[in-house]
């Protein structure tokens, strides 16, 4: 089958070897698993830094958004069955989605939304995921609960979904930050009832909308850059939760207000095979339905064409320029 691998990390996305196209062996599925043919996948800024930073001894497939047809199944899977339109994100310990043919355990994929086409689709699961799981299992937000939640990046593919589900699901005041007048407008459009720049103090732009404190801090991006701010903000007794990196992070300063730390990660679950992995299929359920409902929507931007390795080059690179508004997807081969 056609893959788009890499095989040395750390070549500028300029390199034609930075990601290049191969021929590899069709996998075939395990117990669980699906054999899904993929007809769209989307790229995330994890791609780039696995490729960047992640040493491979033979050529890696990556990629962790994928939509598909199951072809075959393992002989213990139970909730899909050959011809079913999926979409997953996938476990980073297995070969990606740029490829014809993936494998998936069934706990971590969900039945596609019929109302999306393949490309609108593979822009939702790690994304979604990422920001169900922060909102609900990480933060434990009630759906009935009234208090602020502040999104820092909250026009990023994460930051999209987060602000539509707490605008959507519960009763939280949603603030999200973003410097640029096109991605202020695209956040208020998901639900967002205000929207603050990150590159200004953040208090006194939350005091100007009406807003004392923060309950809840979603940070989804340099996060030891607005670390003090955040603090700052935070109500006593509140919450705050991250995805990205930083290098260091003293946790000594959330002591006086005695606030919460959450990490969070997608893979998580699949990384370890947790007792409650399965959770991940029932989120992709709810959101297929939502989305189904008109109650989501897709937060597919740039549609880079067939996936081949020039055109996922072309992708890298956008993403690695930081201008990327939405999720670049492609489909087809």
Avoid: C
């Amino acid at each position: 089958m056609k893959a788009i691998v890499y095989s040395q990390n750390g070549l500028p996305i300029s390199d034609e070897n930075a990601l290049y196209d191969l021929d590899v062996t069709k996998p075939q599925p395990g117990a669980r698993d699906l054999l899904v043919k993929i007809n769209a996948i989307a790229v995330n800024p994890v791609d780039t830094k696995v490729r960047a930073g992640a040493p491979t001894d033979q050529p890696r497939i990556l990629g962790w958004d994928a939509v598909g047809v199951v072809e075959a199944v393992g002989e213990a899977v139970t909730l899909f069955k050959p011809g079913d339109e999926v979409f997953y994100a996938g476990d980073i310990t297995r070969p990606g989605s740029y490829a014809e043919y993936g494998l998936v355990d069934e706990r971590i994929a969900g039945h596609k939304p019929q109302s999306l086409s393949a490309a609108d689709a593979a822009a939702l699961p790690l994304t979604a995921l990422t920001a169900w799981e922060l909102l609900f299992d990480r933060l434990e937000v009630q759906p009935e609960e009234h208090a602020a939640l502040l999104i820092i990046g909250a026009g990023g593919g994460v930051g999209s979904m987060l602000t539509q589900l707490a605008a959507k699901l519960t009763g939280l005041t949603v603030i999200g930050t973003a410097s640029r007048p096109e991605t202020a407008d695209w956040v208020r459009s998901l639900g967002a009832h205000h929207v603050i720049d990150h590159h200004k103090p953040l208090a006194e732009q939350l005091a100007a909308s009406g807003i004392a404190d923060v309950r809840y801090v979603a940070s989804l991006t340099h996060t030891d850059s607005y670390y003090p701010q955040l603090i700052d903000v935070l109500a006593p007794q509140g919450k705050l939760a991250l995805i990205d990196d930083p290098e260091s992070l003293d946790v000594v300063p959330l002591k006086r207000k005695a606030i919460s730390l959450h990490w969070e990660l997608m893979f998580t679950r699949s990384l370890f095979h947790t007792a409650d992995m399965q959770r991940q299929h029932d989120i992709l359920q709810q959101v297929s339905a939502l989305i189904d409902a008109g109650t989501l929507q897709t937060t597919a931007g740039a549609h880079h064409g067939t996936i081949n390795a020039a055109n996922l080059r072309k992708a890298h690179a956008l993403i690695e320029s930081g201008r990327a508004r939405g999720k670049i997807v492609l489909s087809g081969f």
